[in-house]
């Protein structure tokens, strides 16, 4: 190399040394085999901060030295950091083995690893569930992942949890590339999840010949693509099949109480950079840190956050004149000799000499003043244009003709659906601070009036996820032709932002969920509870055979309900809702809802009828006798909700988990309510009732005087004659359940309760 090129790279290698350094803290080893470690990360006493040790040698092979987690434990193995970044997103990427359950040819199990990672559960670290997926791959093979303690003092460690099915009759059933439950299947995770160890069901193996082992494994999103191939992998201890994944990373206490602190100077506090911030974390408590707009490094370091000179990146700036760095910013003005707008292309024009405007100005000046005004006209219409055109580049990339396609034979309904950007400016005054009704991590719910008067909750998204726009514009199509007391009124959509707008009737009283559940407790009358459980079914029978084309909710449960200020309950979100034609039982699908009120057959086979919304009802009915939550609740044997309710009813003892208010103003009516909602959950759906029935049941228990005898009225409708809910008997009465049966399988058991096996 000559010298030239010597000294060219120098200063290249220099800055880039500095850069690096610069993150680092001062006198602290900077990096770790190939990845850099950054503060708060460190390696070494007083290199790092509490929770973000990171250990660095050679112990897993190699030569070379590897870092590795050391508040993260696995059975086998250290697990080992991929890379790591603190801004702008806080994540560590580590590599982690996959799960696997084996078989011989008589489907007897002969080898299984589920040992995975597991975070501390008042650590730093929880398993990414934006970055992240849940792979599933086998012929029968059912498996859960993620299993949190049951400790009640911590809310974040409850047991969090996503599950899978794949099936297949033969490799050649399965199709590379296509995880569509064929052999493979892929599922999304919740937040919060603190391991990733794998629960095998209790499924019966079949086709040892072409798949002897099923695998699972959470993974980084878009890494894996799966190959039928793999149905035939079987272990290697010499080479073991890994996988990397994401942990989200934030800074918490022991509790994991820790948010954003009101003050800067608060103890402790990790943003200690004079130009960062503070963001919450979106996945548990705590918080995380970030530079301010226009700088970049380390917030966690003094001074770590320095001021970016945009004018020497012109990628990040939109300035076709002269650039001039600021602090914080940049200054762009037009060049000497120019005039004019020079943040947009062809935005200076050559100045106009003053002595020729003067001489002009007497012979001329009627002229030039026609050109300036016309000049005026032409930008005006000019940037007009360009954000008619913004607006609908993002109306077509938000399924607007989609929308109009869907209710096009109404087009009453299109016209009023279709909301314009700058009706919701206008009702939010530009979506200002104190319009802000609350908002999370995935977005933001603005109060407005709409031109015509009507009080509208905005919801604003912050995140741009095309692939929901399907399930968008299904809510809108479905809630535009829906008109019910008890289903929330959607006003309309904008579809002009990059992000679509939805405009439904203000509900001033939060969700049925925060009622019953959210501290301090409300105390609910009887026939308030009633009523609402009333109101529920009317909703959901409507919906099921009010309209033309039937609907079918498909993820009933109590944060789905919303209240106003009469306690009025209102069905909401209905994005994932499907029609079915009235000449149709039901459809096959992808299997979607909540675990705790997804209906059991329809988990098992992906066969979605109307009686799934009666299972998720009948969930809802338990929730409101309860007070207690499905997704959570366990008994002490590990039952879920449903199951310990059925027990406690067959047994003569609900009083054990009735809520005290419904026991004690209840009487003979909530023996009627508790055997419709075992019958309502009963595991074969064609013994459930429909919910007209289900309506007319409530409707008729409503009645000052009147008392319908649930038991004779739905055995009629169903006429099955096996386990039926209404053999349990009432647990105020406390008679004899000899007659009681619980007729379904050990799997069926376990899907009802939404447990672990212990």
């Given amino acids: 190399m000559s010298m030239a090129w010597i000294l060219v790279l120098l200063p290249l290698a220099a800055s880039a040394i500095t850069a690096s350094s610069s993150l680092v803290k001062p006198g602290c080893q900077a990096r770790c085999g190939e990845v850099d470690i950054l503060y708060p990360f460190g390696i ?33 193995e250290p697990i080992l950091v991929l890379n790591l970044t603190v801004t702008p997103r806080a994540r560590v990427r580590v590599m982690v083995p996959v799960a696997y359950q084996c078989f011989d040819a008589t489907g007897n199990m002969t080898n299984r690893f589920d040992g995975q990672l597991r975070v501390n ?61 064929v052999g493979c299947c892929r599922v999304g995770i919740p937040q919060a999840l603190l391991d990733t160890r794998m629960t095998f069901g209790d499924w019966p193996h079949a086709g040892m010949d072409f798949s002897p082992c099923n695998h699972a494994f959470i993974v980084e999103r878009n890494h894996y693509v799966f190959q039928a191939a793999d149905l035939k992998r079987t272990p290697d201890p010499a080479k073991p099949w890994r996988m990397p994944l994401w942990l989200d990373w934030a800074i918490r206490n022991g509790n994991n109480s ?36 226009g700088y970049e490094g380390n917030p966690y370091l003094d001074n770590g956050c320095t001021d970016i000179d945009e004018c020497k990146q012109p990628q990040s700036h939109s300035c076709f004149g002269k650039c001039t760095n600021m602090d914080g910013s940049f200054d762009c003005r037009c060049r000497r000799g120019f005039q004019g707008n020079a943040t947009q292309p062809l935005g200076c024009v050559k100045s ?19 050109l300036f005004i016309g000049s005026k006209i032409i930008i005006r219409k000019l940037k ?32 009023r659906m279709i909301i314009p950007l700058k009706e919701l400016k206008k009702a939010t005054n530009n979506f200002h601070p104190t319009r802000k009704l609350g908002g999370g991590g995935h977005g933001t719910v603005y109060k407005g009036i709409l031109s015509d008067l009507h009080v509208v909750a905005i919801k604003k998204s912050n995140i741009v996820v095309k692939s929901e726009i399907n399930e968008f514009i299904n809510e809108v199509a479905i809630l535009s032709q829906i008109n019910h007391r008890n289903i929330v009124k959607l006003f309309g959509c904008c579809l002009e932002t990059e992000v679509p707008l ?38 959901l029978a409507y919906l099921h055979s009010g309209v033309s084309v039937p609907v079918i909710h498909r993820d009933i449960k109590s944060t789905n309900i919303l209240l106003d200020d009469a306690l009025t309950a209102k069905v909401s979100d209905f994005g994932a809702s499907r029609h079915i034609p009235r000449d149709q039982t039901g459809i096959t ?45 366990r008994s002490s044997k590990g039952d ?3 199951a310990q309710f059925i027990e406690l009813l067959s047994g003569g003892k609900l009083e054990e988990i009735l809520d005290p208010q419904v026991m004690e103003e209840g009487g003979s009516q909530v023996e009627e309510v508790a055997a419709l909602a075992v019958s309502c959950t009963k595991l074969r759906a064609e013994e459930r009732p429909t919910m007209r029935s289900v309506e007319m049941t409530l409707e008729a228990l409503q009645g000052p005087k009147e008392r319908v005898r649930v038991r004779d009225d739905l055995l009629a409708k169903t006429n099955e004659g096996s386990y039926s809910a209404m053999r349990y008997t009432s647990s105020i009465r406390r008679t004899s359940s000899e007659n009681v049966s619980r007729q379904y399988s050990q799997e069926e058991e376990y899907l009802l309760s939404g447990s672990y096996p212990r």
């Fill in 121 to 181: 559960p008042v650590g730093v670290y929880r398993i990414s569930d934006t970055a992240n997926e849940l792979f599933v791959l086998g012929c029968d093979a059912f498996i859960y992942a993620g299993r949190g303690s049951r400790r009640r003092q911590n809310p974040e460690s409850y047991s969090y949890f996503s599950g899978c099915v794949a099936y297949c009759n033969s490799t050649k059933s399965a199709r590379d590339r296509k995880c569509n439950g």
């Fill in 44 to 76: 070494g006493a007083g290199c790092f901060r509490r929770g973000f040790q990171i250990g660095c040698n050679n112990m897993t092979g190699g030569g070379a030295d590897k870092p590795f987690l050391t508040d993260a434990k696995m059975r086998s």
């Fill in 352 to 370: 106009i000499h003053t002595g020729l405007i003067i001489g002009l100005s007497v012979s001329s000046g009627p002229i030039i003043l026609l």
């Fill in 258 to 293: 820790l948010s954003c602190p009101l003050a800067r100077e608060s103890p402790g506090y990790a943003c200690v950079s004079k130009h960062s911030e503070c963001a919450n974390s979106t996945n548990g408590m705590g918080y995380f840190c970030k530079c301010k707009k």
């Fill in 640 to 642: 879920g909700l449903v």
């Fill in 502 to 539: 939805l405009a439904y009737e203000f509900i001033s009283n939060g969700t049925l969920c925060d009622y019953l559940h959210k501290t301090p407790l409300r105390s609910i009358p009887w026939q308030d509870i009633l009523r609402i459980a009333t109101e529920i079914g009317k909703a």
């Fill in 589 to 633: 699908t992808a299997v979607q809802g909540t675990l705790g009120y997804l209906d059991p057959m329809y988990f098992y086979c992906g066969r979605l009828t109307e009686k799934s919304d009666v299972y998720s009802f009948g969930v809802v009915l338990v929730e409101l006798l309860t007070r207690k939550m499905p997704i959570t609740y």
């Fill in 384 to 415: 007009h244009q360009k954000e008619q055109k913004l607006r609908q580049r993002f109306f077509n990339e938000n399924r607007g003709q989609l929308l109009q396609q869907l209710v096009s034979h109404r087009s009453d309904i299109a016209e």
